[in-house]
């Protein structure tokens, strides 16, 4: 395993050794963070409940994002009107999708208790792994994300495949008329030139 290359996040660089999700973006396959994953597939999923979409919420029951292409159940956003909708990460620029350090979580822990068994607290290179129920949530959209975007590179990669077989066949059946035409065409050579001997002699 190339563990120094898959250590960390493809996009910001994070050292996430164990919750990177492998995917296909932009035309190339990369490890992303769950951060990463969900803020670069807006639209896919609703960035207030984190539920991923398996079509998009109808117009009415939906808010699309002023700023950036995601869209959020009307259902979860405070404000109601359109006009001025942002998302979560469009709001606040260090908003991140994934908090599993207290220290650069935006927002304060509901439920997270803060000193249970905690003895990495104080070295500050350790992170503290307390996944909360949001942080679950984010690691399972993103997963899904990263799932369903596998499956569409395994079909494209599938159909390209069987794209390029039919071409060699293709190819193929070309070569096997061009010689065909060249056995014919050397034939009616050697007839002809044997008809000439013919007459000549
Ligand atoms: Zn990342
Ligand atoms: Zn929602
Ligand atoms: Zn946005």
Do not use: W
Not at 54 to 67: F, G, W
Request: net charge positive; with cysteine.
């Amino acid at each position: 395993m190339k563990r120094d290359q898959q250590s960390e996040c493809g996009a910001c660089g994070a050292p996430e050794r164990l919750l990177l999700h492998n995917l296909r973006h932009r035309a190339s396959y990369r490890r992303l963070c769950t951060n990463c994953v969900l803020k670069n597939h807006q639209g896919l999923f609703c960035p207030i409940c984190l539920e991923v979409f398996n079509e998009s919420p109808p117009s009415h029951q939906r808010l699309i994002c002023l700023k950036c292409p995601s869209i959020s159940h009307l259902s979860c956003s405070s404000s109601s009107s359109q006009a001025s909708f942002t998302c979560p990460p469009c709001s606040n620029p260090n908003f991140s999708f994934f908090n599993v350090t207290p220290n650069t979580s935006n927002k304060k822990p509901k439920s997270t208790p803060d000193h249970q068994g905690g003895s990495n607290d104080h070295d500050p290179n350790l992170m503290k792994r307390v996944i909360d129920k949001e942080a679950a949530k984010a690691l399972l959209a993103a997963a899904k994300i990263a799932a369903a975007s596998m499956t569409k590179a395994a079909a494209v990669a599938r159909v390209e495949a069987e794209r390029r077989v039919k071409e060699a066949t293709l190819t193929k059946k070309r070569a096997k008329e061009a010689l065909e035409r060249l056995a014919f065409l050397a034939r009616k050579d050697k007839d002809l030139k044997s008809s000439h001997t013919q007459i000549q002699s």
